[in-house]
């Protein structure tokens, strides 16, 4: 990594995200996909993956850093605080018996219908931090996902939903998803009024052009819109990771697995491991930008779906 490169490695990005054809024409006239802003995408992802982020890890200077750029975009898409702020500060005690003090980022999208209703939009923002004094981007894992749940804030802004849209931007992940757990425990809005939970983590880059959608297979109330989302996906879409035992199943892998323990549906799209996860090579310029650009509209769609046709929630 060589700090000074990323402003020309960002406007060669840019520049293949806005020309190539696999973005310009990523889904014929079919159906109307979610129209995302690439420019402002890919200049998140740089902006969170930067050296001087120190590769935003829980309680550090680097993880204020980051907290305080996505503060400013969260504002500049027009957002309002879930709660009282917008920052949800948290004590939790993570791994190795260690108490961290992290800070969600808890926003909303009013709905126009049923806005005590709630769909929560997530991606965790924190990372690794620096080792053997090497810092860890974490371009693909996660301000990926992060960069993606802006876009889709700003697009939700300009395209109202029928249902509340929670944008939770999770700290503490790393450490044992500790930012998820801290806001169900207690939640800002009674768990029943949560629809869904539809997480992203790591979204940026596939040799195989493959996203991954996991929890169909233990939902069947979800598995009817996966299967709609996948028939007009702008990439190559699988449904899978959900079940079996071990790490091949991700539910509590990332963030959603703290929704899962409370009962509550949830749906996960990421890619598989890569050579540079968790390393200090998952640099932004490793991203594939038109990969990239498709996989964050495919979510938008599935949120678009998940809003005008939610699952009812199983009553005991």
């Not at 000074?4 to 520049?15: C, D, G, N, Q």
């Not at 829980?58 to 305080?68: D, E, I, K, N, P």
């Not at 044992?176 to 800002?188: K, N, T, W």
Request: proline fraction near 8%; charged fraction near 20%.
């Amino acid at each position: 990594m060589v700090h000074r490169r990323f402003p020309v490695l960002l406007a060669t990005l840019l520049t293949t995200a806005l020309h190539s054809p696999s973005v310009a024409t990523a889904q014929p006239a079919r159906i109307a996909l979610p129209t995302l802003d690439s420019a402002q995408l890919i200049r998140d992802l740089f902006a969170l993956a930067d050296d001087s982020m120190e590769g935003r890890r829980v309680g550090t200077r680097g993880g204020a850093r980051a907290r305080t750029y996505l503060l400013a975009r969260l504002k500049q898409i027009g957002l309002q605080p879930l709660g009282d702020s917008v920052s949800a500060p948290f004590k939790s005690v993570g791994r190795g018996s260690t108490e961290t003090n992290g800070t969600n980022l808890l926003a909303v999208v009013r709905g126009t219908r049923e806005p005590d209703r709630y769909i929560v939009v997530s991606a965790h923002y924190d990372h690794v931090g620096v080792r053997n004094g090497q810092v860890y981007p974490g371009a693909d894992d996660n301000a990926s996902g992060t960069s993606s749940v802006l876009a889709i804030a700003a697009w939700l802004t300009a395209h109202p939903p029928a249902h509340s849209v929670i944008i939770a931007l999770w700290d503490g992940e790393e450490s044992g998803l500790l930012g998820a757990r801290a806001f169900l425990a207690p939640p800002p809005v009674p768990l029943e009024k949560i629809i869904a939970n539809v997480n992203l983590d790591m979204v940026g880059r596939n040799a195989k052009g493959e996203l991954y959608v996991a929890g169909g297979a233990p939902q069947p109330s979800m598995q009817s819109l996966i299967d709609a989302t996948v028939g007009v996906a702008p990439v190559k879409l699988i449904p899978g990771h959900d079940t079996g035992t071990g790490q091949d199943n991700w539910t509590n892998q990332s963030d959603q697995g703290a929704f899962q323990a409370k009962g509550i549906p949830w749906v996960y799209f990421g890619v598989e491991d890569h050579p540079d996860y968790h390393q200090p090579t998952d640099v932004p310029h490793r991203i594939e930008p038109g990969f990239f650009f498709r996989c964050a509209t495919t979510v938008a769609e599935f949120v678009r779906r998940l809003d005008a046709a939610p699952p009812r929630r199983p009553t005991s």
